[in-house]
């Protein structure tokens, strides 16, 4: 048809210069081969024909030319043509891009109008385009991504790809929010199709492990801002292999890639393994044994406290129910203990003061580091934008941190003046150190687990206690563990630079793990397992307020701690510790209210960690 057009077009050109003007003055539409038979030197009518406006006469889009004679006498100016008439949608987008903004048009980008072809999603033709304007120095085009769009590779980024068609926006402030999202959303928007990675034989690994590092949970929950992403490392435009001497995390360039962010980074410093995997056992052995052995010690702290908690449970509901019966029966009142509530002290005010701390800080530590832990649930967004970002919630969590270090700093001094120093307490280090009123375990623990397993089991009396339980003792053991598990992978992380000067950057892999699943067991167990030891048992419920007044009534001393009551008591020191009974109705509505607050934060933290491994985000 075309062809028959290019024919026909010189007699129909001689027809409408002879009859053109008298049908135009009758007011009839102005065929395209009038127009052509002036502009034929500038527009070629076989290729205006074969575009994609051919079908369309030329007024349809110089829609000012109504009077072809007027026109022809050059009374009529020229307008510049309203591609919005038909391009409604991606006049649009372009309205509101960085385009129109700096000026520039629909004809500065499509300077072929007259023969424009659709381009059939050949990304090639739209990168020419970008490229009039944009990547002088061939940036783009060096790239992994030009090459493989030059390669006639259709999956391969093109600059639409990224910035879109049209609706191409400015990318603003460098620090800001958008800006910052803008560096990761684009990548991802190609790298996490699994299916489109698959077929171009690109791994979905890059995505996964920056969705687990520090980085990806900051974007994922709203703050790109304060971390790196995608293109701060690999670049936005010059993405090329690590193997080329060129590309940005080729490792002789890595030192200046990482200063950009962190200014002294050293060759040790760029170890990090920036997408290792824990679960990639020839890739990242170090990763991956770290991962089983903190694994192992969750799943297996878990296994046995949880087995002892839930057989208490049901030992203590029973022994409960036995109490009241022999309550009714009377019993039980042929065994009152006399001055059943005269109160003993069982701490002093810097153990009061030290507890006040490890809570506060305990639970500082935990509101402000699981949103991080499970950062793809929704309630760890809405935590974070409640702290006004994850660096505010950063900030809340090395405060915390501080406190940390401060009461620990107390347990070692208190530890050392009781070893040591202390004049009271009779025996030498050893003596002390195994004696009953130490917190480190001795052969006495054991014979108090075999005991509580057999109350359990209804296989004998319940066992009563030293000073000490082999149960406080384990929670007393598990902070020294903690600050160094914890503490010391805390620190680690606190400070990149500064331990990246002395250890490799794959410590901070290990490190991560270590800080982030000794995190969870420490709160797993503390909010579980340590609630009901102290609070939830049956003889506690629902809160034991010890550890704020540093009291314990006669009854229960000798009911929990009869082996305490009677050394006391051979050697004529119980007195010693007899105290008023603590009151007051504004000391006992804050303590009591701290502590119940604290309490139902902590239970709180707990039904959220649940949701999160049940919704499969661990």
């Known amino acids: 048809m075309q062809f028959v057009l290019c ?5 129909l050109m001689l027809f409408v210069a002879w009859a053109g003007p008298a049908m135009a003055e009758q007011g009839m539409a102005i065929d395209p081969a009038t127009c052509l ?10 290729d205006f024909a074969a575009s994609v406006h051919g079908k369309n006469a030329c007024t349809s889009c ?7 004679t007027k026109h022809m006498k050059r009374e009529i100016k020229v307008q510049k043509v309203q591609c919005e008439r038909c391009h409604k949608k991606q006049n649009s987008e372009h309205f509101a891009s960085i ?6 048009t629909c004809a500065q980008c499509h300077t072929d109008i007259h023969t424009h072809k659709y381009w059939k999603n050949d990304k090639r033709i739209a990168v020419a385009k970008c490229i009039q304007c944009h990547d002088k120095e061939a940036v783009y085009q060096k790239s992994v991504h030009g090459k493989g769009v030059a390669a006639g590779n259709m999956d391969s980024a093109a600059c639409f790809d990224c910035h879109n068609l049209h609706d191409i926006k400015a990318l603003g402030d460098p620090k800001s929010h958008s800006n910052r999202e803008f560096h990761t959303k684009v990548c991802m928007k190609c790298h996490s199709d699994e299916k489109l990675m698959a077929k171009n034989k690109v791994t979905t690994v890059a995505v996964k492990s920056y969705m687990e590092s520090y980085h990806g949970k900051n ?11 995608c293109a701060d490392c690999h670049t936005a435009h010059s993405v ?8 940005s995390v080729n490792p002789a360039n890595l030192v200046k890639s990482c200063a950009k962010c962190h200014e002294r980074a050293t060759g040790l410093f760029t170890q990090f393994y920036a997408h290792g995997e824990h679960n990639d056992r020839e890739k990242y052995p170090i990763l991956f044994y770290t991962f089983i052995a903190m694994t192992g010690l969750l799943v297996g702290t878990f296994a046995v406290f949880w087995v002892h908690t839930l057989l208490w449970m049901f030992r203590g509901f029973v022994e409960n129910r036995e109490k009241a019966a022999k309550l009714w029966s009377g019993e039980y009142c042929q065994h009152i203990v006399p001055d059943a509530h005269k109160q003993y002290r069982r701490f002093n005010r810097v153990h009061i003061f030290m507890h006040i701390l490890v809570i506060t800080s305990f639970l500082g530590l935990s509101l402000t580091g699981l949103p991080l832990k499970f950062s793809t649930q929704p309630w760890a967004v809405a935590m974070m934008k409640m702290y006004g970002g994850s660096a505010n919630a950063g900030m809340v969590h090395r405060y915390c941190a501080g406190i940390t270090f401060v009461y620990f700093g107390m347990a070692l001094f208190m530890s050392i003046n009781f070893l040591f120093i202390r004049k009271d307490i009779p025996g030498n280090f050893l003596q002390r150190l195994f004696g009953p009123d130490s917190l480190c375990p001795n052969l006495r623990d054991i014979t108090d687990v075999i005991n509580m397993v057999k109350w359990f089991l209804f296989k004998g009396p319940k066992p009563t206690f030293e000073r000490w339980t082999y149960w406080e003792k384990f929670d007393f053991i598990a902070v020294f563990w903690g600050m160094f598990a914890i503490g010391g992978s805390g620190l680690m992380l606190w400070f990149p630079e500064l331990f990246g000067m002395i250890l490799p950057g ?6 991560t793990i270590i800080h982030s699943d000794e995190a969870l067991l420490a709160t797993g167990f503390i909010f579980s397992v340590h609630f009901f030891n102290t609070h939830g048992r049956p003889e506690k419920f629902p809160m034991d307020f010890v550890i704020f007044n540093g009291q314990i009534g006669k009854e229960e001393m000798l009911e929990e701690r009869g082996d305490q009551w009677k050394r006391y008591e051979a050697a004529g020191i119980t007195e010693k510790f007899a105290c008023k009974h603590t009151s007051g109705v504004a000391y006992d509505f804050l303590v009591k209210g701290f502590g119940f607050i604290a309490l139902f934060t902590g239970l709180g933290l707990l039904l959220l960690m649940i949701m999160a491994f049940i919704g499969g985000s661990h």
């Open 7 to 11: 024919r026909m077009l010189p007699l």
């Open 37 to 46: 038979g002036c502009h034929s030197e500038k527009i070629s009518v076989h």
């Open 62 to 68: 110089h829609v000012d030319i109504t009077d072809l």
């Open 99 to 104: 385009h129109a903004e700096k000026g520039v």
């Open 219 to 229: 974007y994922r929950l709203g703050f790109p801002e304060k971390v790196a992403g």
């Open 240 to 247: 090329l292999p690590k193997d080329d001497p060129q590309s």
């Open 506 to 511: 794959w410590a901070f892999n290990v490190a």
